[in-house]
Nanobody, 119 residues
Framework: QVQLVESGGGLVQAGGSLRLSCAAS????????MGWFRQAPGKQRELVAR???????NYADSVKGRFTISRDNAKNTVYLQMNSLKPEDTAVYYC?????????????WGQGTQVTVSS
């Protein structure tokens, strides 16, 4: 049973920082790619960043240079460090396991964690 619990969201002013955590269980974390996604009201869920088991990393252009994804396999945790936050970053943020072949997420999503960036 895959379980993913996001935390670390909150309210922050533009230019501020937040660090999101995703605690994973129920699968072999170390051999799987992981991704962070976000969904703003009325918009599609989008991929923000992903990290493979070999720590190959990709970012959406909108967050490149501001966000950093990392993982700690000993803790079964993936992180998203968010700096220089903008109001456009306001969304619910989710983590998920990515398929080894297509890097697509599982079709089940957790609660996510709310990030709100004020002007």
């Amino acid at each position: 049973q895959v379980q993913l619990v996001e935390s670390g969201g909150g309210l922050v002013q533009a230019g501020g920082s937040l660090r999101l955590s995703c605690a994973a269980s129920g699968f072999m974390f170390s051999i799987n790619a992981m991704g962070w996604f976000r969904q703003a009201p009325g918009k599609q869920r989008e991929l923000v960043a992903r990290i493979t088991s070999g720590r190959n990393i990709n970012y959406a252009d909108s967050v490149k240079g501001r966000f950093t994804i990392s993982r700690d396999n000993a803790k079964n945790t993936v992180y998203l460090q968010m700096n220089s936050l903008k109001p456009e970053d306001t969304a619910v943020y989710y983590c998920n396991v990515l398929g080894s072949r297509d890097l697509l997420p599982l079709n089940r999503w957790g609660q996510g964690t709310q990030v709100t960036v004020s002007s």
